[in-house]
């Protein structure tokens, strides 16, 4: 059955529930976002609010905390709101079975997850037939972990995933034994390191992690609003890379996800330093998507769609552009 079809009432409570009076054209658009739970996938929209991106192209976001990330893309999907800071793999199959979704930037243009063995694990083949994690079971992060297994010569393609939807599940399940090995996104990498665990790999090539969605029929009715929402999260990018802003650029994701600051500025080092993992400009590269698609194929995961690959399907810059 396709995923986009139908939701669990109770997301579509929760869409409801943030269902309010459009602002008059004097005040601020309002704008509905679906979004995860709080954690550095979501470090710009915390900038934006923060230094205030947001006011200056007059929006005023409203949050929707989507349980699953195929609840956010049936909430963008259906009109329940008008924008998400979405998954990419699911953007995309949405988008291959014709949802109304454009993606606007890269709210992450490079991978943040992290391969990370549990206690005990010393190297990739320690956990050769044992259970791990990814958050799913099939799909973009599922197909990641094994691609990185299979780089680390063990072999990702079968397997034993478990499914754990949050990185803060997954660090249990590692101290447990729960599971020998898991994907995990900053600061909860760092809080692994610090109690033994290690960093068995890294995907360090363009890999559209996070984009900023839109409804499409919302984003054509609403222009000048859907361009603002791309350029405030934009303008939050560009801050973020500027070294004057690292100190308060720490203090915004500590605060936002009450996470300890030391964890939060090893997250820094990682995202915005190493990794350069944010969306220059917010732009979209070509090879950001096309190696999610190669990733797939390397792992035998199969596609929703066997067009030729056509950036323009997925992505539309003209919401950057402001024209």
């Known amino acids: 059955m396709r995923p986009f079809r139908l939701i669990a009432a109770c997301v579509a409570a929760a869409a409801i529930a943030f269902a309010v009076p459009v602002a008059n054209a004097q ?3 309002q704008v509905r976002v679906a979004m995860l739970g709080p954690s550095s996938l979501l470090w710009l929209h915390a900038i934006a609010k923060d230094q205030g991106f947001y006011d200056a192209h007059d929006i005023e976001v409203q949050e929707l905390v989507a349980s699953t990330s195929p609840a956010l893309l049936q909430a963008v999907s259906s009109g329940s709101v008008e924008a998400g800071i979405s998954v990419a793999d ?10 109304p979704i454009i993606i606007s930037g890269a709210v992450l243009g490079k991978s943040i997850l992290r391969f990370v063995g549990g206690k005990g694990v010393e190297t990739a083949a320690d ?6 994690t990814a958050g799913g079971v099939q799909g973009g992060t599922a197909n990641l972990l094994r691609y990185l297994m299979n780089e680390q010569g063990v072999d990702g393609t079968g397997a034993q995933l478990v499914a754990m939807a949050n990185s803060r599940d997954r660090i249990v399940a590692l101290q447990n034994g729960q599971v020998a090995g898991s994907l995990l996104i900053a600061p909860f990498d760092s809080m692994a390191q610090r109690d033994g665990m290690k960093v068995l790999g890294d995907y360090t090539k363009d890999y559209l992690q996070t984009p900023l969605i839109l409804n499409t029929s919302w984003a054509e009715a609403n222009r000048e609003v859907a361009v603002g929402i791309t350029q ?7 801050w973020i890379y500027d070294p004057a802003n690292k100190e308060k650029a720490i203090d915004i994701l500590a605060a936002f996800t009450n996470v300890d600051r030391e964890l939060c500025a090893e997250s820094y080092a990682f995202i915005v330093e190493q990794q350069k993992a944010i969306g220059v400009g917010l732009e979209v590269t070509p090879a950001s998507l096309e190696n999610l698609l190669k990733i797939s194929d390397a792992v ?11 950036i323009s399907r997925y992505y539309d810059p003209s919401y950057l552009a402001g024209n």
């Not at 199959?93 to 014709?98: K, T, V, Y």
């Open 300 to 310: 035998g995961a199969s596609r929703e769609s066997d067009q030729t690959f056509d």
């Open 232 to 238: 405030a999260t934009r303008d939050a990018a560009n």
């Open 27 to 29: 005040e601020k658009h």
């Open 90 to 99: 699911l953007a995309i199959r949405a988008i291959d079975q014709n949802a």
């Open 127 to 132: 956990i050769d037939g044992r259970p791990v």
